[in-house]
């Protein structure tokens, strides 16, 4: 048996909505199963006998923070709790036993050995103990310390022998590791932001790959990292934005000029071909004809197949059944949009979300097959564009409940070992917004998730990356949908820091070739999420706008932005000033 105590105050919790809960396995890739809550305790069913952890949203938040007022350490002002948001975590792999974990005290191990690991990764073991993000982390294991020796003292049987105050230092531990994880990825991007833009940390790779100091003129090949997982590019990457045919207009515009080196214009089936064998290109026509003619920027091309229930038109679903048909629809569709659209796409995003299976049911051979033919018709027809696939939901959590799916990091990987040569890997991350894989999660998290994807060798991309403006609507029947937040409950300001921040991170790995906003503008029944838009429906900009200008210009720069060398994005919302 595998579950998890939740303590409430002093006793077991009573109620326990569980958002966001899923099991994870090893490498984490999560594993099928089912959790449920009952008497206070996260009960785990699995179907495998290998160890296992759960994932599941934690409030920490003002509340929380007053319950643990007994226990705070008043002499450290870096140790000081602050909310920090409604945020996944998760715990580290546990064998079965009869009797449950602690649920804060293994949330807090997994958080101090992430912690622990990217400190070794990132060679950054060498701070000094005073610095603010060794002084969180020494707080962090002395109050993980502590709890472990409280149990010793604790013995309620109705607790299973955990007590309140071994809860609560758990707890604290917890929080400060997210706070120290937090300072740590905004440090590991600030300190490579410069190398990574200026070409040495290129030069740097290609040295130690070869042997010898990099003479002539650069590769424009991607190297192999020694020094870490992945591959490093030689070009800096780039800040792009889904330009939805919904939003054509001069404001959407304007924030395109602004903001953008690159637009993505997407190709919904649903979209492109409505009813069966009539195209509707104009829309798209918009978008593309401005990039080339006027705002004279690249263009990404898709997800040109996409079996979401958003994208697929109805008269497709006649086929959902019958592989055959469907598979040379596919081709056909695929033929027809490249051979349009050729002269004017730089990259294409050839299939999305296909390992997710959560539409129309394929096969791992369908899946793979159906990969392949995208990528050939785009190889034949267009040789010269680059070709990607893209990831949606990289965390997997869809896998835990429909055995019939990919994980994420499998697909990938097969995709290499059935022959599919893609020129980049793309990761779908919007967060905050009540859809399925999007719950909102910490920055060490996040950072160390486009590290997971590194190991592919495959540059990658970031693609529909967004947080909201406002706090989103959760619908009733799907509690455990619920989105999260960070920092504050979304706002613009609350948004525009988490830009800065989440992106910035990205910009400085050296596998990224290119970040993409999800949309231009809020628009109704556009693709863009609900109040994530640079700008309103009145063509208004959000601060996030702004933001995006601001990394633009520390690119050109070669130096890491302000806001994440003083860590102002990480100040409570409006404890700080726009610059």
């Known amino acids: 048996m595998l579950s998890f105590l939740i303590l409430d105050d002093d006793r077991p919790a009573t109620d326990r909505s569980l958002r966001q809960t899923y ?9 099928a199963g089912e959790v449920h809550f009952e008497d206070g305790l996260i009960h785990c069913v699995k179907t495998t006998a290998e160890a296992a952890g759960v994932a599941t949203q934690v409030d920490l938040d ?40 602690l649920l804060s005290l293994e949330l807090a191990r997994h958080q101090l050995m992430l912690l622990l690991n ?25 109050s993980f310390t502590e709890s472990l020796v409280a149990q010793r003292f604790e013995s309620d049987e109705s607790t299973h022998g955990f007590g309140v105050r071994s809860h609560r230092l758990a707890l604290r531990a917890l929080w400060l590791a997210v706070e120290a994880g937090e300072r740590l990825a905004l440090r590991d991007a600030s300190v490579r932001f410069r190398d990574r833009h200026s070409g040495a940390m290129y030069d740097a790779a290609v040295e130690a790959a070869s042997g010898a100091p990099t003479q002539g003129p650069r590769s424009t090949a991607p190297v192999i990292n020694h020094a870490r997982a992945g591959v490093v590019l030689p070009t800096p990457p780039a800040i792009g934005c889904v330009a939805s045919p919904a939003s054509f207009g001069e404001p959407a515009q304007q924030a395109a000029r602004r903001a953008c080196e690159f637009i993505t214009v997407p190709m919904r089936w649903i979209d492109l071909e409505p009813s069966e064998g009539e195209y509707a290109y104009t829309p798209t026509d918009r978008w593309i004809e401005w990039a080339v003619r006027v705002g004279r920027v690249p263009v990404v091309a898709g997800p040109v ?20 048909t469907l598979r040379e629809l596919v081709y056909e569709h695929m033929k027809a949009v490249v051979t349009r659209y050729r002269r004017t796409i730089a990259r294409w ?3 999305s979300g296909l390992h997710v299976n959560a539409n ?17 018709v785009v190889r ?15 965390w997997g959590e869809y896998y835990t409940h429909d055995r019939r799916s990919l994980p994420p990091m499998l697909y990938a990987e097969m995709l290499a070992q059935a022959g599919i040569h893609v020129d980049a890997v793309s990761l779908r991350l919007p967060m905050g917004t009540p859809t399925p894989g999007a719950g909102t999660r910490d920055l060490l998290t996040l950072s160390a998730l486009l590290d997971q994807y590194a190991t592919l060798e495959r540059p990658l991309s970031v693609s529909a990356v967004a947080v909201p403006s406002a706090v989103p609507t959760t619908p009733p029947d799907q509690p455990e949908l619920s989105p999260g937040w960070w920092r504050s409950p979304w706002n613009e ?8 921040a989440a992106l910035a991170i990205a910009l400085a790995k050296p596998y990224v070739e290119s970040v993409c906003w999800a949309g231009l503008m809020d628009a109704r029944g556009a693709l863009t999420p609900p109040s994530t838009g640079l700008i309103t429906t009145t063509g208004a900009p959000r601060p996030v706008l702004e933001r995006l200008v601001e990394l633009r210009s520390a690119m050109v720069a070669g130096s890491a932005p302000a806001r994440l060398t003083n860590e102002s994005v990480l100040q409570p919302a409006g404890a700080h000033a726009e610059t």
């Open 349 to 351: 995003t050839v299939a």
């Open 305 to 324: 197949i996409d079996f979401g229930p958003e994208a697929v038109p109805e008269w497709l679903y006649i086929w959902e059944n019958d592989y055959e």
């Open 380 to 394: 034949k027809l267009h040789p010269t564009a680059k070709v990607q696939v893209e990831i949606t939901q990289p």
């Open 493 to 500: 300001q609350t948004q525009a820091d988490w830009t800065s």
């Open 23 to 31: 099991l994870v396995g090893p490498d984490s890739v999560p594993v």
């Open 62 to 101: 003002e509340p929380t923070i007053r319950e643990l007022a007994d226990i705070a350490d008043a002499d450290d002002p870096e140790l000081v709790l602050r909310p920090l948001g409604s945020l996944i975590l998760r715990t580290c792999l546990l064998p079965e036993r009869n009797r449950p974990y």
């Open 118 to 142: 990217k400190l070794e990764e990132w060679q950054l073991f060498d701070l000094p103990p005073t610095d603010p993000i060794m002084r969180l982390f020494e707080g962090a294991r002395s």
């Open 360 to 376: 129309f049911k394929l096969s791992f051979e369908q899946m793979m097959d159906l990969t392949r033919i995208c990528v050939l």
